[in-house]
Every structure is written in C-alpha cells, then in structure tokens.
C-alpha cells in the first residue's frame, strides 16, 4: 500500500494498530477488522484494491505531487 501510493506521488499517514492503542480504537469505529485499511475522503477501502484506490483518489481530487 505505502509503496502504491509513494510511487503514484500521494501524501498518506501509516498507523500501527498493533503499536497505537488510538489507532487500534479507530479500526474497529469504522467497523473494519482486517488491515490494511485506507480512508480517503468518505471512502474506506479495506485490502488491496488499485482500481478502488485510483477512484477514490480522484473523487477525491488528490493529485499526485512529488513535492510531498
């Protein structure tokens, strides 16, 4: 997941559920239960999907920027 989204040139924060009590708390608010798990704009995409992440990247109108 990170290297998919360094290499497409988007921003993104990494949380450990096994290490951050917080993070762990957020996971199950949003009902999810396996990782990974990536919440962009509405949206929360569960596994390792790249056409879900694409669309949801540019619904969201993130555009890739190497100065991130």
């Known amino acids: 997941m990170k290297e998919f989204l ?3 040139g988007h921003s993104f924060e990494t949380k450990n559920i096994e ?3 917080d993070a ?3 996971l199950i608010a949003l009902g999810a239960r396996s990782v990974p798990v990536t919440v962009i704009g509405e949206r929360m995409i569960t596994g390792f999907d790249q056409a879900q992440l694409r669309s ?3 619904d969201a ?3 890739p920027s190497r100065d991130r």
């Open 24 to 26: 762990y708390r957020e």
């Open 56 to 58: 949801a990247l540019a």
């Open 19 to 21: 290490e951050d009590d």
């Open 6 to 8: 360094s290499r497409a």
């Open 61 to 63: 109108g993130d555009r």
